[in-house]
C-alpha cells in the first residue's frame, strides 16, 4: 500500500495494526542475517510513552554480543562480498531496499509511533519519505565516488583512490529514531562499509526490521547488523573496541565527548557527532513576512515535541517588532499543536519518550519562572495518561537564564527582545553550541552579515528547517563536528588511499 493510502487510516485502523505489530514484533538482535538472543540473557523493556505500557521485553547486548556482531562485520568486510562488490550492483541491492521500505511503511511507521511517541502522520509525511530519499541520493552517487591521478615525472603514475574505512559502529537516537539510523548506515553502506547499529534503547523496534529488509533487498548477511542495549553498556563496548573503524553518533554533547575519549582509549578510530543545539532564530524588524516568519517560529519549536536537535528554541525579536511579535505567536501557536493518541492521525502533539523527559522538560518550566521569564502559555501537562508536555511559550527571557543556555528536548519556546545587528549576533553565539540559525530579514546586507557571523553550521535565511539532501547538516562548536545528509556525508565514510608507482627500472 503506498504512504498516501496510508494517510487515509483511521484511528481504528492504526490501533488495529499496531495490536498486530507488537504480537510479532521482533526482539532479538540481527547479526550475520539471522535474529539472535543475548548471550547471556540480559533483557530490558521498551515502553510506549503515551500510555506507560511496556511494549516489549528486547535483548539487551554486553560485551560478548557486540563482539559477535563486529566479527561479524569484520568477516562480512574482509570477505569483500560487498566492499568490492560492482558498484552498479551495490547501487540495485539499495534501490530494492527503498522500495522495500516503501512496502513495508505501515509497519516500520507503527513501530516508531508507539516506542517514542511521534504522531503517526509526522512519520507518513516526513520520516518514511526521508528514509527513502536518503537511501537513494546515498546509492545515486556510489558510481561517482573518484579517486585522482595527479601530474607527475614522466616515468612516475600516482592515483589517489577512495577506499572503504571498514566496520562502521553506529549509535543513533531516539527522536527519529529510522531517519536518524538510516542518516548514518545508507552512506556507511554506499561507501562500501559494514556497519553494527546500536538503536537508542527507547526506540529500537523499527531499526531491527530496517536490517532485516536490507538482507531481504539482496543485502550479504554480516554487512548490516543490529544490537539492542542500554547506552552505557552496548553503546559504550562498540564504541571502545578495537576492530571498529569508525563510531558515528547522534546524541547529547556530554555522551558525543565520551565518545572522543573511547575513542582515544582504544584505536584511534574515527569518530563523527552530531550532538546538541540551542538554534537561535534571527527577527529582524525589516523582514517581509512577520505572518511567516511567526509560523516559522512555532512550527520550528513544537515540532515532533520539540524533540529535534535543531529545534529554534531561543527567539531573538528586534524590539520595534517584539511586541507585534508575542501577540501574533499567542494568538496562533497556542491552539497549533494538540496532544493526543500518537496513532490518531488529526494529532500533531505526542508525548514526550519517557517520564524521565517529561520530568526534566518541567524543570526546566519552573526554573524559566523563578528566574523571571514570563510564562504566556502552556507550563504544564495535558490530563492524558502519558509523558505529555504542552506547547510553552515564555517572554521577557535574557540569555544568562537557564532556559536559554541549557538544551530542554521539549515544546518550550523563548522569546529575547534585541537592540540592532551586533547585540543580535553577541546573544546568537552567546552559547556552547552551534547547530543550527535562522535569519529573517530583507535586508541583504544584513542578510549576508548574520550568515557569516553566526557561529552555526546550517543557517536559513527567511525560512527555517528547510532543505534537500545536497544541504550538509551539522554543527559548530560543542554540536559536533560532523555532516550528515549530502556527499560530504557519504565521503566520511571512505579514506583516501595513494599509489606511488615508478614506472621505469
Known amino acids: ?8 487510516h483511521s484511528l481504528e485502523q492504526w490501533q488495529g495494526i499496531a495490536q498486530r505489530e507488537l504480537n510479532s514484533a521482533e526482539t532479538r538482535f540481527f547479526i550475520n542475517g539471522e535474529y539472535k538472543d543475548a548471550i547471556d540473557g540480559g533483557r530490558f523493556d ?116 577512495r577506499e572503504p574505512i571498514g566496520v562502521v559502529g553506529a549509535i543513533s537516537p531516539w527522536n527519529y529514531p529510522l531517519l536518524m539510523a538510516i542518516w548514518k548506515v545508507a552512506p556507511a553502506l ?56 569508525k563510531v558515528t553518533f547522534t546524541g547529547s554533547t556530554e555522551v558525543g565527548k565520551l565518545m572522543l575519549q573511547y575513542a582515544g582509549q582504544s584505536n584511534m578510530k574515527r569518530v563523527s557527532l552530531e550532538c546538541g543545539g540551542k538554534s537561535p532564530q534571527v527577527f529582524m524588524a525589516d523582514m517581509a513576512n512577520l505572518e511567516r516568519a511567526v509560523e516559522a517560529a512555532y512550527h520550528g519549536i513544537y515540532a515532533n515535541m520539540g524533540e529535534v536537535c535543531n529545534a529554534g528554541s531561543r527567539l531573538l525579536v528586534e524590539r520595534p517588532i517584539y511586541d507585534e511579535f508575542v501577540e501574533r505567536f499567542i494568538s496562533e501557536g497556542k491552539g497549533a499543536y494538540v496532544a493526543g493518541d500518537p496513532l490518531d492521525p488529526k494529532i500533531n502533539l505526542g508525548p514526550l519518550v519517557t517520564d524521565e523527559a517529561q520530568q526534566r522538560v518541567m524543570s526546566f518550566i519552573e526554573s524559566g519562572k523563578k528566574e523571571g521569564a514570563k510564562l504566556q502559555f502552556g507550563g504544564d501537562a495535558p490530563e492524558l495518561n502519558g509523558a505529555y508536555v504542552n506547547p510553552t511559550l515564555f517572554t521577557d527571557v ?70 534537500d539532501m545536497t544541504q550538509p547538516f551539522g554543527g559548530y562548536k560543542q554540536s559536533g563536528n560532523a555532516r550528515d545528509k549530502c556527499v560530504e556525508s557519504l565521503l566520511s565514510y571512505t579514506q583516501s588511499k595513494s599509489a606511488w608507482i615508478r614506472l621505469s627500472e
Open 1 to 8: 500500500m503506498s504512504i498516501e493510502k496510508l494517510a487515509e
Open 190 to 245: 554506499a561507501a562500501g562499509n559494514t556497519v553494527v547499529l546500536k538503536p537508542a534503547e527507547q526506540a529500537p523496534l523499527s531499526c531491527l526490521r530496517m536490517a532485516e529488509l536490507f538482507v531481504e533487498a539482496g543485502g550479504p548477511p554480516g554487512v548490516f547488523n543490529v544490537i539492542n542495549g542500554i547506552g552505557e553498556v552496548a553503546g559504550k563496548a562498540l564504541a571502545l573496541h578495537n576492530d571498529v573503524d
Open 46 to 161: 521498551t515502553i510506549n510513552p503515551a500510555n506507560r505500557e511496556t511494549l516489549a521485553s528486547m535483548s539487551a547486548a554486553n560485551q560478548k554480543d557486540v563482539d559477535l556482531a563486529v566479527a561479524a562485520a569484520r568477516k562480512a568486510f574482509r570477505s569483500g562480498c560487498w566492499s568490492r562488490m560492482a558498484p552498479r550492483e551495490r547501487m540495485d541491492i539499495l534501490y530494492r531496499y527503498t522500495r522495500l521500505i516503501e512496502e513495508n511503511a505501515e509497519q516500520l511507521a507503527v513501530l516508531d509511533t508507539l516506542d517514542m511517541g511521534k504522531p503517526i502522520s509526522d512519520m507518513l509525511e516526513v520520516d518514511i519519505p526521508a528514509v527513502i530519499e536518503t537511501i537513494q541520493f546515498m546509492a545515486e552517487y556510489i558510481d561517482k565516488i573518484e579517486g585522482s591521478v595527479t601530474n607527475t615525472e614522466s616515468d612516475v603514475m600516482h592515483y589517489v583512490l
Open 398 to 467: 535574557n540569555n544568562d537564564m537557564r532556559i536559554a543556555r541549557e538544551e530542554i528536548f521539549g515544546p518550550v519556546a523563548s522569546v529575547l527582545p534585541f537592540d540592532g545587528i551586533d547585540e543580535a549576533i553577541s546573544i546568537a553565539n552567546d552559547t556552547i553550541y552551534g547547530l543550527a540559525a535562522g535569519v529573517w530579514t530583507s535586508n541583504l546586507t544584513v542578510a549576508h552579515r548574520l550568515v557569516r557571523e553566526i557561529e552555526a553550521g546550517v543557517i536559513w535565511v527567511n525560512s527555517f528547517d528547510e532543505g
